[in-house]
């Protein structure tokens, strides 16, 4: 169970990339922790893509719903294109956001 979790976790995000020391910081643009789930639930500059933030003992399931709920999934897509096109904002360079 917790390598499925870990799945969904991993991808160009400031946690990922400074799990393998290719940043020095895991934080996002807006100053918080930069995983997947900031993205898609509470990061300032994603809003108009947001999804319900589960709790804590949930994730896992949350995470199998939204993948198996079409509309959840158009929102990723629509998330994935506004955050490919906005990377300087999302992922800024280390030391600009310290």
Do not use: Q
């Not at 499925?4 to 991993?10: E, F, I, Q, W, Y």
């Not at 800024?92 to 956001?97: A, L, Q, S, Y």
């Amino acid at each position: 169970m917790a390598k499925a979790r870990n799945n969904a976790r991993h991808g160009p995000f400031p946690t990922y990339l400074k799990r393998f020391n290719i940043r020095s910081s895991d934080s996002c643009g807006c100053g918080n922790l930069g995983n997947s789930l900031h993205y898609a639930t509470s990061c300032l500059f994603t809003t108009s893509y947001h999804l319900t933030k589960p709790s804590a003992d949930l994730e896992l399931l949350w995470w199998k719903r939204v993948m198996n709920n079409s509309n959840s999934r158009v929102k990723i897509r629509k998330l994935i294109h506004f955050i490919a096109e906005n990377e300087a904002l999302l992922f800024p360079k280390d030391g600009d956001n310290n």
